[in-house]
């Protein structure tokens, strides 16, 4: 406490020590005027008053008075005590006036405390902001260095072709096979010159016959070799004797080129001509290059605070990460309808751990409110694996799905070989299991002519067979027979799981349960003996 607050506070003792004297002088007095004012009053009233009765009465109101006047003292005396004790709570050693100095001062501390703090978040939100920029031109220089690689990468193979369907024996002389197949299957005459061949790739067994990668000494050699046997394919495949020949390209123009070949085919079977150019596909009508509506998400959108999801938080569901040397593995999945969804719904995954991981792979498969299906994949560098999650969806009809499947691979070059796919599988399916639609679609079978269908579900870990027949009318028994026979041979592989059967079965088999079908001895015999062995043997119950 200051100096000055010392003597204001010795001022306000003295000013109360000589308030109470005063009052307790002023009580004195007030008690010795009484005294001789009532020994007054005896007097007179002795000598002028003849009638002791009235005098009693006039004593005894001026003693109710005086009683009166006594408690009002006293009253005044707690009062007078009470705030001075009030003042001691003030101005007293740890009083009130103390604990509000105490208080102004920690209010003044965590004022400066609030202040060095909003300097120090204003610091780290300034490297934040410095840290995000660095990592974008880390990003954008890393994207300009792969491309450059990859260009390099390609112009180095410019000379090189696979060769595909060659035999292969342990004492081979590869460029020695490579050129008796130009002369004798291709018929080139000239002299082709290569400057080295090799199988690449482990031979499994015996019998697998790895490809060939050839390094031919001149770019024509290699374009007139591929040419040639293009023709011949076009003309006759067999004379080729199985042996396919194509321009060998870096991994990842190679997995682009797959994934524009499939784009092909779904645009020509929507009668939409296209062609493949380099590492792009162009529509012929327009002149136009495909381009992918998603892919995954860069540093850039990953960071930017300012973009307000319209769709809000997706929930998201994440396997268990798996490690197997050195290699870690985790599947993240969300539920998605639109491209923009699918977007953000990537944004949103990469803003998790996951974002921290070498390889994030993006697959999306999805319909449309007019029944039209869209899928697809960007593999980020980790080559093979979109398209294999993608035939996963694909194969067990998946629907409204957006998947990041992530991998951080060890520091070293240990590998894992082709049980990193199973262990994705894996995930993917783990995933999958925990989105809300609690159900994974594993396998569908339809009856071209719509008469059944067939769904084999997973439900909780446990596996269910959904049915459903629709059988012909009672008019064509014998196509009733056979499509009956038809389902027991497809669900004879399926005795040992849950069976769920429904539909029009078009006969009846219990009047009181079928009431709409009519008399039971109006239905095809044959069939309905057959239906009722169906249900026997499946061991179904008819309700």
Not at 324 to 337: E, K, L, Q, S
Not at 498 to 508: K, P, R, S, Y
Request: hydrophobic content about 30%; proline content about 2%; some cysteine.
């Amino acid at each position: 406490m200051s100096e000055k607050q010392n003597t204001r506070k010795r001022e306000r003792e003295i000013e109360t020590e000589t308030f109470n004297s005063k009052q307790t002088t002023g009580i004195k007095m007030a008690d010795t005027n009484m005294t001789e004012t009532e020994s007054s009053l005896e007097q007179n009233l002795g000598e002028y008053s003849e009638d002791q009765t009235f005098n009693n009465k006039l004593l005894s109101g001026i003693v109710g008075i005086q009683q009166t006047l006594n408690s009002l003292i006293i009253k005044f005396e707690n009062q007078n005590e009470e705030i001075h004790g009030i003042k001691n709570d003030i101005y007293a050693k740890d009083g009130i006036e103390d604990r509000l100095q105490a208080v102004a001062t920690e209010t003044e501390d965590q004022t400066t405390m609030i202040a060095e703090v909003r300097n120090q978040n204003t610091k780290l939100t300034t490297e934040l902001n410095l840290m995000k920029s660095y990592v974008v031109h880390l990003e954008t220089r890393l994207d300009c260095q792969q491309s450059q690689i990859a260009n390099l990468v390609e112009r180095s193979m410019r000379e090189n072709a696979i060769v595909i369907g060659v035999h292969e024996r342990n004492d081979e002389n590869v460029i020695a096979e490579l050129k008796l197949i130009f002369k004798n299957v291709l018929k080139i005459t000239e002299n082709i010159k290569i400057d080295r061949a090799h199988r690449i790739g482990t031979q499994t067994n015996k019998n697998s016959t790895r490809p060939i990668v050839v390094k031919f000494h001149d770019y024509n050699d290699r374009e007139h070799v591929i040419n040639t046997a293009r023709t011949i394919g076009k003309q006759n495949k067999e004379l080729l004797n199985g042996i396919y020949i194509t321009p060998q390209f870096p991994d990842d123009m190679r997995e682009n080129r797959k994934r524009l070949v499939q784009k092909q085919k779904e645009y020509k079977e929507v009668d939409v001509g296209t062609k493949i150019k380099g590492n792009s596909l162009f529509f012929i009508k327009s002149g136009s290059k495909y381009v992918e509506k998603v892919s995954t998400p860069k540093a850039l959108a990953i960071f930017d605070a300012s973009n307000k999801s319209k769709f809000g938080t997706f929930e998201q569901t994440s396997s268990n990460e798996v490690s197997d040397n050195g290699h870690t593995y985790c599947v993240t999945a969300a539920v998605t309808t639109t491209y923009a969804e699918v977007r953000e719904a990537a944004r949103q995954i990469m803003q998790g751990p996951v974002s921290a991981c070498t390889y994030n792979t993006l697959v999306y498969r999805f319909t449309d409110k007019d029944g039209h299906t869209h899928d697809g994949y960007d593999d980020d560098r980790d080559y093979g694996i979109g398209s294999r999650i993608l035939d996963y969806l694909k194969e067990i009809d998946a629907h409204n799905i957006t998947i990041i499947s992530s991998r951080t691979p060890p520091s070293g070059t240990a590998k894992i070989g082709s049980r990193k796919n199973n262990i994705i599988l894996e995930g993917v399916k783990s995933a999958l299991r925990k989105i809300s639609t609690d159900y994974i679609l594993k396998e569908k079978i339809a009856d071209e002519n719509g008469r059944y269908l067939i769904l084999t579900v997973e439900i909780d870990n446990t596996d269910f067979v959904f049915v459903n027949y629709y059988a012909p009318t009672k008019n064509f028994e014998n196509d009733q027979i056979e499509y009956i026979e038809k389902l027991k041979i497809l669900l004879n592989e399926k005795l040992e799981q849950n069976l769920v059967l429904g539909g029009d079965f078009n006969t009846i088999l219990n009047p009181s349960l079928d009431k709409m079908g009519g008399s039971k001895y109006n239905t095809p015999v044959k069939y309905t003996s057959k239906l009722e062995d169906f249900i026997e043997e499946f061991d179904l119950c008819d309700i």
